[in-house]
């Protein structure tokens, strides 16, 4: 069992490997449509692909109808994030060109951001152990993944954290997908623990993302970056959800 899959089921129990697959899928698709989005408006404006932050919001909150998870509008946010297990989730898009700085990057820049570091007292309803396998689990991840879920049953394992998904995008395309738990530095920036690229991960199996609504021939295209001319200089307003 490598580091990733390993940390993802501590994190979040036997989702955690489901998760892990499907973070970057969902990038990658939001990124194709807010990137084509901007090309087919014509503007000058980076503002179309500006709206990127709500549409990966939106795509994050399949995770709150996973079993034991549960969507929660942190303080007075326009939005709701998921909590899974006890630990949310939360997507955040800090640059736009691959060369800033993601630990000197403020993250508290509102208080709806200060908001989600007290989601502690979040109630959901735990699933039954039915013992079901999960056919993403190898047996050691099952094995596991059993002993984490009987933790967060017996409430040996605390709640409260936070995981961020953190992205730097543009039209010009994709530059980085880091994820990893994290607490909130004095100077509002944030401090990782784990930390793991998520760009060169690819789903392996169509179980990854389920989605009764699609089949494997309907849906979105797999993901493109795309390289349009101009700079990316006028998304930055339409980017922050919390500071407009």
């Known amino acids: 069992m490598d580091d990733g ?13 489901h998760i ?7 990038v990658r ?30 795509k994050f909150e399949r995770f709150g109808t996973l079993p034991g998870s549960a969507l929660i509008r942190p303080g007075q946010a326009p939005y709701s994030i998921p909590v899974v297990n006890g630990v949310a989730i939360f997507p955040w898009r800090y640059g736009r060109n691959g060369e ?19 989601l502690s007292d979040v109630e959901v309803q735990q699933e039954f152990d039915l013992g079901l396998t999960r056919p993403e689990l190898t047996p050691e991840e099952q094995e596991l993944a059993d002993v984490v879920e009987k ?12 995981v961020v998904v953190a992205i730097s995008s543009s039209v010009n395309g994709l530059h980085d997908m880091t994820w990893g738990e994290v607490t ?14 998520l760009m060169g991960l690819k789903p392996l199996k169509p179980f990854a993302v389920p989605d009764e609504g699609k089949t494997f021939t309907t849906g979105e295209p797999p993901a493109k970056d795309l390289g349009l001319q101009g700079q990316d200089e006028d998304d930055a307003a339409a980017d922050d959800p919390d500071d407009a």
Request: proline share 2%; aromatic share 10%; charged share 25%.
């Open 5 to 17: 899959h390993r940390w993802a089921i501590e994190t979040f129990g036997a989702h955690g490997v």
């Open 100 to 118: 800033g700085d993601l630990g000197a990057t403020p993250f508290l820049t509102s208080d709806a951001r200060a908001a989600i570091f007290d």
């Open 29 to 58: 698709e939001e990124h194709t449509a807010s990137a084509d989005a901007q090309e087919a408006s014509g503007h000058r404006s980076r503002g179309v692909y500006g709206e990127f932050w709500r549409g990966i919001l939106e």
């Open 20 to 26: 892990r697959d499907t973070v970057p899928q969902l």
């Open 184 to 197: 909130l530095g004095e100077d509002g920036c944030l401090q990782f623990g784990f930390m793991e690229s």
């Open 151 to 162: 933790a967060i049953r017996d409430e040996l394992v605390s709640s409260g954290k936070l």
